[in-house]
């Protein structure tokens, strides 16, 4: 999966980790309803905890508190999800996809938690696994943010080399939100990638005008101005480029780029 493509599709997962995900309903064979509410709000309160410790990079404390989260309630959509970004960022691939998949099991038609599966399955390259569970979390009628998974599953589209899938999603992204930065790049490489210059470069300045745009952003706008022809303004994007991000990767790119020329 292309670098840029990935941030995308981490960034938009880790903002909407938790949501409202809580536990699933407690079987009939659980505790008492107060000592089991108690065990939930507890277990609550250390995955709460946990996330905290794992944005702030204490991964050994976020860990411990994410395991006390699911020795009090195993059934906690939450700390299973929580669990599965803590597994995914230290790079145990397949203790991070049990967690997700459990979290899935526990809340099935739960749109924040068949997005973050999603995401994570569209890293791992499994994209039509990926593609089907954006579907469903898209069926979801109470998903509060509809235009993530359409981001989402654009972006997923592109990095499986279908832009016009890619495009067709993140146009429903941009119809929510008009202004999403993510959903505005994918749509200008999307359209790049089809051919369509005039059109990815109205993406393009759209992006730009969030404020969002770093050095990927200024790359795909060098490129498109380079396919039509416009010379000015491609070397304004190129000396842009190797000024504000020189040590990036899309300087890199740049460079080999113009290289190969």
Known sequence: MPRELARILAMV??????????????RKDSPSASSAGNRKQAADTNVQLGQGYLAQGRLDLARD????????????????????VLFEQV????RARSHYRRAVE???????????????LCKEGDYP??????????????????AVAHANRGACALSAGQPEAAARH???????????PDALYGLARATFELGDFMRARAF???????????????????????KLGNVRAANEYRQRLL????????????EEEGAQR
């Open 91 to 94: 790079g145990d691939v397949e």
């Open 13 to 26: 997962v880790l903002a909407a980790l938790v949501g409202g995900c809580g536990s699933a309903p407690a």
């Open 170 to 180: 993140l146009r429903e992204a941009v119809r929510i939100v008009p202004d999403m």
């Open 129 to 146: 696994q990926a593609d089907q569970l954006f579907a469903r979390a898209l069926a979801d009628a109470f998903y509060k943010t509809p």
């Open 106 to 120: 526990l809340a099935p038609e739960s749109g924040d938690v068949l997005n973050n599966y999603a995401v994570f």
């Open 243 to 254: 000024a504000q991000f020189p040590d990036s990767d899309a300087a890199r790119r740049l």
């Open 204 to 226: 393009a300045q759209r992006y730009e005008a969030t404020g969002q745009a770093g050095a990927d952003g200024v790359l795909l706008a060098y490129r498109i101005e380079r």
């Open 65 to 84: 508190k994410l395991q006390k989260a699911l020795e009090l309630d195993p059934r906690s959509v939450s700390g299973h999800t929580v669990s599965a």
